[in-house]
């Protein structure tokens, strides 16, 4: 399967400032963890940090490589946490549903054929009055 990344032409300044913010805040969190922690990666983190902080503000426009490279990698992140969320849904939720419907005998989409010779098998609707709003808002 081929992913396709929608790349976009330009970032503009206010998208660039808005990463360089999240990712002080993200790294500013990890490092600050890292730091209670005592682990040995805590500074590195919190001088990212800053350098994000210091770059968003004085120079945005030299973060659009590491904007562009943060997106595609969030991008192919997506699909990916996308499908195994599917996945998991279907298996561990409809699967079973499924299972127990037919445990149960029921046909709720009315897809048996019936057992005895009938001469069509389409379903008459109740009466209802179609009103000119209906039809404009179908929705």
Request: hydrophobic share 55%; glycine share 8%.
């Amino acid at each position: 399967m081929k992913i396709q990344i929608p790349w976009k032409k330009s970032a503009t300044v206010k998208e660039l400032r808005q990463f360089a913010l999240v990712m002080t805040g993200g790294l500013g969190v990890i490092g600050t963890i890292a730091l209670l922690k005592g682990r040995p990666a805590a500074p590195y983190l919190l001088a990212i940090a800053g350098l994000f902080l210091l770059l968003g503000i004085l120079f945005p426009k030299i973060l659009r490589w590491p904007y562009a490279l943060w997106m595609a990698f969030a991008f192919v992140l997506g699909q990916i946490v996308t499908t195994i969320i599917l996945t998991l849904l279907f298996f561990l939720v409809m699967t079973p549903m499924g299972l127990l419907m037919r445990l149960l005998g029921k046909d709720l989409l009315q897809k048996r054929w019936k057992k005895v010779e009938v001469s069509s098998y389409w379903m008459q609707r109740e009466d209802y009055t179609v009103e000119k709003d209906r039809l404009l808002r179908p929705y």
